[in-house]
């Protein structure tokens, strides 16, 4: 089983910004994609970005279109965490953030319990 955990989420400023970091445990072997969902209030799940690879293979990312030159996914296998460096927050930005992983870059076999960003105007 693979365990995830969320961290660096908080109260910030329009314009300011944020690093979600999310920590895997346990079997990372499976894990070939990390990534994070968000959830804005009263909102359904959005997918906001996702990388895949290694040193071997070039790494693939996604962003959505709302965050595109905003926020930055990176990771460090050896650490087996993935990071969202998040600028130019915008009160849009507001939701839970779920980081993912899976074997595949658009399987999200595992998901952690998640991380509150709330951006003010």
């Known amino acids: 089983q693979v365990q995830l955990a969320e961290s660096g989420g908080g109260f910030v400023q329009a314009g300011d910004s944020l690093k979600l970091s999310c920590a895997a445990s346990?079997?990372?072997?499976?894990?070939?994609?990390m990534g994070w969902f968000c959830q804005p209030p009263g909102k359904e799940l959005e997918s906001v970005s996702r990388?895949?690879?290694?040193?071997?293979?070039?790494?693939?990312?996604y962003y959505a279109y709302s965050v595109k030159g905003r926020f930055i996914i990176y990771r460090d296998n050896v650490k087996s965490t993935a990071y969202l460096q998040m600028n130019d927050l915008e009160p849009e930005d507001t939701a839970v953030y779920y980081c993912t992983a899976g074997p595949e870059f658009l399987k999200n076999d595992y998901w952690g319990l998640g991380t509150k960003v709330t951006v003010s105007s």
């Open positions: 346990g079997r990372t072997s499976r894990i070939t994609a």
């Open positions: 990388i895949s690879g290694n040193r071997w293979n070039a790494y693939s990312r």
